[in-house]
């Protein structure tokens, strides 16, 4: 993977594939995952569109800063200083979860860089303070070990675990090489975050994804944030909190669909 180092002195891991002259998009993982999370979606979405993944600062091969201050703002801000680091004017966005509440910022924020978006398995308002604090508590305390398996059964449905073993490992390989002091800043940044009093200025053309077996990000908040943003489009499937893994061909063929609409 390629590095980039913003701003604040932050070096991110990323990679760029596709088309130098297709349209950008740009995929934004979750909490405790890194760019694999994407990979059943980066060939078929690659032969489209120059697509962007990356490492979101603290996980998978990115730095965490020393005296971290993660925000959804500065998360955000990442994505656009990579986009102007691969030549990326413009961009459509696609993030789950923590990634999808980092893609409503720019939609909000960044409008003039955004094309379309995909928010999957996320809400303008993710949890509660007292969560994130307990969360931050435990992994202070044990490390993220003590959390992978709890993780694991909220990320997949006991029928997806039972059926794919293999894709399950690889998610948890990636959550344990996540930076413990990384994980607890974009706990700090989930924490800290509340966009719904501004989704509703969001113009660009939105997909929101749900899983409707997802209690991280319940389904009832996906529709939330979708009513919030004028004429979004939502989607439930037959997941839990990683619908992009758990229903890769489905989510894939959305995406692409709303990503490829005639404008």
């Given at each position: 993977m390629a590095e980039h180092t913003t701003d604040d002195g932050c070096r991110l891991a990323y990679e760029v594939r596709g088309p130098a002259t297709a349209p950008g998009l740009v995929l934004v993982n979750s909490l405790g995952t890194d760019h694999t999370l994407w990979d059943a979606q980066i060939v078929p979405l690659a032969a489209h569109?120059?697509?962007?993944?990356f490492d979101?600062?603290?996980?998978?091969?990115?730095?965490?800063?020393?005296?971290?201050?993660?925000?959804?703002?500065?998360?955000?801000?990442?994505?656009?200083?990579?986009?102007?680091?691969?030549?990326?004017?413009?961009?459509?966005?696609?993030?789950?979860?923590?990634?999808?509440?980092?893609?409503?910022?720019?939609?909000?924020?960044?409008?003039?860089?955004?094309?379309?978006?995909?928010?999957?398995?996320?809400?303008?308002?993710?949890?509660?303070?007292?969560?994130?604090?307990?969360?931050?508590?435990?992994?202070?305390?044990?490390?993220?070990?003590?959390?992978?398996?709890?993780?694991?059964?909220r990320w997949f449905?006991?029928?997806?675990?039972?059926?794919?073993?293999?894709?399950?490992?690889r998610v948890r390989?990636?959550?344990?090489?996540?930076?413990?002091?990384?994980y607890i800043a974009s706990c700090a940044a989930l924490r800290d975050a509340?966009?719904?009093?501004?989704?509703?200025?969001?113009?660009?053309?939105?997909?929101?994804?749900?899983?409707?077996?997802?209690?991280?990000t319940p389904a009832a908040d996906g529709g939330a944030l979708a009513a919030a943003i004028s004429g979004a489009r939502l989607l439930d499937l037959d997941a839990a909190h990683l619908s992009n893994v758990e229903c890769a061909p489905a989510f894939t063929a959305a995406v692409l669909d709303v990503l490829r609409e005639e404008r």
């Open positions: 569109f120059r697509v962007l993944r979101a600062r603290g996980h998978g091969a990115s730095a965490v800063p020393p005296n971290d201050g993660t925000t959804i703002e500065r998360l955000g801000r990442d994505v656009v200083s990579l986009m102007d680091a691969v030549g990326l004017a413009r961009a459509s966005v696609c993030g789950v979860s923590i990634g999808g509440l980092t893609a409503l910022w720019l939609g909000i924020h960044a409008a003039d860089r955004v094309g379309r978006l995909v928010l999957a398995n996320t809400a303008a308002r993710i949890g509660s303070r007292e969560l994130w604090d307990d969360r931050m508590r435990l992994v202070r305390a044990a490390g993220l070990e003590a959390l992978a398996d709890i993780t694991l059964a449905t006991p029928a997806f675990r039972a059926a794919d073993p293999a894709a399950v490992a390989a990636a959550f344990l090489r996540v930076s413990p002091a990384g509340d966009l719904r009093a501004q989704a509703e200025h969001v113009q660009a053309p939105t997909l929101v994804v749900t899983g409707r077996h997802d209690v991280a």
